[in-house]
């Protein structure tokens, strides 16, 4: 993003007497800033001297004013032109406890001066660009903690801390702030130069080891993706963070007597993280992607699209991360039921929801009206994913075997198939009675198969 720097204008001024200012919406911290913007400040001298630290680390002007105020934590903002840091405090007292780090404090002010250094537009509405500055900021204030001397899970002690699991209407979710903390750490050099800093570090200091070791990269792919990549990837379907694990694969007990001797014998597999479609592909993102819709089911783009082929998905998977430079693929057979269980959160129901009543979670025959629907209507899983056990069914990416005999145990393709060329499909779809429906049942066709219930979601790996 561009860089602004403007001159000084104001310096840190301090009040004897509180002063209240009216102040237009900012970007706080860790989540929006509740109540009236009008704000009391007060004397305080750690966090002025944190900024200043910072800013002489940047070899910058310091160009906006730093005000200890009645705010909820922390934020950037602006009034008449002039910039502003208001804190509370309070809050970096406890933060700093909390994060049991004295970098908790930088990393809070560095995040914020992120947001004027950036130029963030504060007023801004849309949601998803204010979660992209946040992740800017958050960058930026990852690679300024390098400079000082803060090691990784230093820098990162602050995005740990605060109470944000999943996405608001503001912020990423905390494991896409975590790693734009780490990418900004970890590219301090190419994220300064950009900006015309300066690269060299105020504390020089040997690269600290690896504090949690590589997740295995998925073979089908070399380029494992974060959350921070599909944070800033426009044409990327909605993507879910699955944490890897094991499970036990195959016929399980709430499967009752439902069970084929192709979902036998169960086996444990354990899976490595990974990201996974939240629905399936819709009709409108195969048009964007392909320029058509093969679909039978037309007039309704957030239908899944259906009437493709196993191969005709390779070729929109192929066709999109051109587009998006990315590298999609179709999950693993292992990685869908674990999915569809619900990974670590699973409840061990039948089908992929949270309860065993089937028409809760899914369009089957019984209450599609013979057609698909748009995907995310129905309830979803442990994991937040819809339609996985109906609307249309999913092709995976291995080939067939009659049983799970000789079945790989770490999560990837199983790429050798009984039937030449066969491959997978899982999960129900709209004209399926509810014994096709569940989690374990699988069936196969070959990979020109095309028809109005087969359709797909894709996969990522996870670094």
Known sequence: MRQI??????????????????????????????????????SSGEANRIVGEVVDALGLQQNFVVKSSSVQNALATTENGQRYILYSTDFLEKFKADAKTRWAAYSVLAHEIGHHLNAHDFSEKDPRTRKLRELEADQFSGSVLRMLGATLPEAQAGVETIQLEGESNTHPAKIARREAVANGWKSRDEWLRERGMTTE???????????????????QTTKPVTAFDLERCNDCPPMVFVQGGPFTMGCTAEQGSDCADSESPAHQVTVP??????????????????????????DCPR??????????????IQ?????????????????????????????????????????????????????????????????????????????????????????????TVWESAELAGSHIIRGGAWLNNPLYCRNTFRNVYRPDYRDNFIGFRLALSAQ
Request: hydrophobic fraction near 35%.
């Open 273 to 298: 993280d990974f990201y996974i479609g939240k629905y399936e592909i819709p009709q409108a993102e195969w048009e964007a992607v392909m320029g058509n819709n093969p679909s039978h089911f037309k």
């Open 201 to 219: 570090p105020v504390v020089k200091q040997d690269e600290p080891p690896a504090t949690v070791p590589a997740t295995q990269a998925h073979p």
């Open 5 to 42: 720097l403007l001159p000084l204008l104001l310096p840190i001024s301090i009040f004897s007497q509180p002063q209240s200012f009216q102040l237009g919406p900012g970007c706080a911290y860790d989540g929006e800033q509740s109540g009236n913007n009008v704000y009391l400040f007060e």
């Open 319 to 411: 066709k999109l991360n051109e587009k998006t430079g990315m590298n999609f693929r179709l999950p693993s057979e292992a990685e869908w039921e674990y999915a569809a269980r619900g990974g670590q959160k699973s409840k061990q129901y039948k089908y992929a929801g949270n309860t065993n009543n089937l028409g809760l979670v899914a369009w089957w025959y019984g209450n599609s009206g013979r057609k698909t629907h748009p995907v995310g209507e129905r309830r979803a899983n442990e994991l937040g994913l819809y339609d996985l056990s109906g609307n249309v069914c999913e092709w995976c990416a291995d080939g067939w075997h009659g049983n799970y005999i000789g079945a790989l145990t770490d999560g």
């Open 303 to 316: 239908c899944p699209v259906e009437s493709v082929s196993w191969d005709d998905v390779q070729l929109f």
